[in-house]
């Protein structure tokens, strides 16, 4: 038996998988990568623009997003706080926030910084100036306000956006809960797609704003960190994550488990959903899908469950998405489509009722016992291929191959 353990929430859980059925074990890739903070504080020390904006800021603003190494994180925080005041720039003068998805941090050494627990329900929130599309954003007011704005936070791969984390921590990160509402529903002639650019247009607007984006490999080691405006930032990460996060699939199993990657990437069932195209290339015609997303908050949002719990074909859905597009329940119907070709075991702490007479799914205590009933059905000669952290990778067949 190989045995691999898999992220729930905060913490891990394993799944024995027989090892003449295993078929592959999808990772990021390991790269050799740098000293994230002797590497940041020479891109701070040799960027005069930033540097010369945060002399005269009389307010600067670090806003800190999603990240799955606080270490890290905290480690960068600390050095751009550190080579600013190098230079004369007062503690007292900087305010940090974090986003809802940002890691604990240890930031005891950090002085007289303020340090804000953004919460998108309560937060005093101010308008975006500059941004010419047909939504207004408002996000929070000590962001807003700030003379110089700087971002801190991890580039992932998403599967209907295409990028999350760094570009993201604006907008919706820091947004109000209403601004979160109106870009996601009752959207007339968008795509899911349309969202990622849309929250990319929106921080590009921004002026004085500078990101400190990075690349995290399979041992959640920097494989590359960038310092710059955030259409730099994002180009210069965009190699290095595709080389990290690129799988090609080779072989399709019968079965596939995976963790959507814990906390809080598996926060709701609303969220888990985001990381379940990862299994599809690797699965055959008819396969099995084993999730282990621990759903603390249950399914997550009402919109979601009113979509699913009408219990109608996905094409019906999809029809009324095109007409007036919800991101939450764009989602509804992709799970409501997969389910229409694959099985999907959900191992979480949603009540069975809920996973199966809603979601449409079966409930499973454990991903082992899962694994036996779905080898009890399809047969016990059926291969496994197993995904631990679907929200760090991307998937696709190689050209060569189609599903068995």
Known sequence: MVEIWLPYGSSEIPVRVPEERLVEILTPHKLRGADA??????????????LDTAKTA?????????SS????????????????????????SVTLVRTTDAPQLDLNTLGEVTIIAHNPASADAAPLQGFNGDLVPAVIAAFADSDLKILVGELKPHHFLGRSGLCDIVFPGLASRDSVRNHLADRKGITAMDLHRERLEITSSIKNLFAVGF???SDRSPSKITLGGIDSCMKDLEQPLQTTCANTVNQTADIVVMSVGGKPTDES?????????AALPSLKRDGVIIVAAECPLGHGDTEFYDWCAERKE???????????????????AFLLRTLESHRIYLVSTIPDHYVEGIFGMKAAPTV??????????????????????ASSITTAQAPSHSQG
């Open 215 to 217: 690349v995290l490999d």
């Open 58 to 66: 009389r307010k600067i603003c670090i806003a800190v997003g999603a």
């Open 368 to 389: 082992n016992s899962a694994l036996q009933t779905a080898q009890r059905t399809i047969g016990s000669d059926s291969t496994i291929s197993v995904i631990p952290d």
């Open 37 to 50: 903070p002797a590497e940041l504080k020479r891109l701070v020390e040799s960027n005069n623009s930033l």
């Open 269 to 277: 069932l609303l969220r888990a959903v985001d990381a379940f195209p």
């Open 314 to 332: 996905a094409r019906y859905l999809e029809a009324r998405l095109r007409h007036s597009f919800n991101y939450n329940g764009f989602k509804a």
């Open 69 to 92: 190494n606080s270490g890290l994180t905290t480690d960068v925080v600390k050095t751009l706080v550190d080579t600013l005041t190098s230079v004369g720039v007062p503690r007292t």
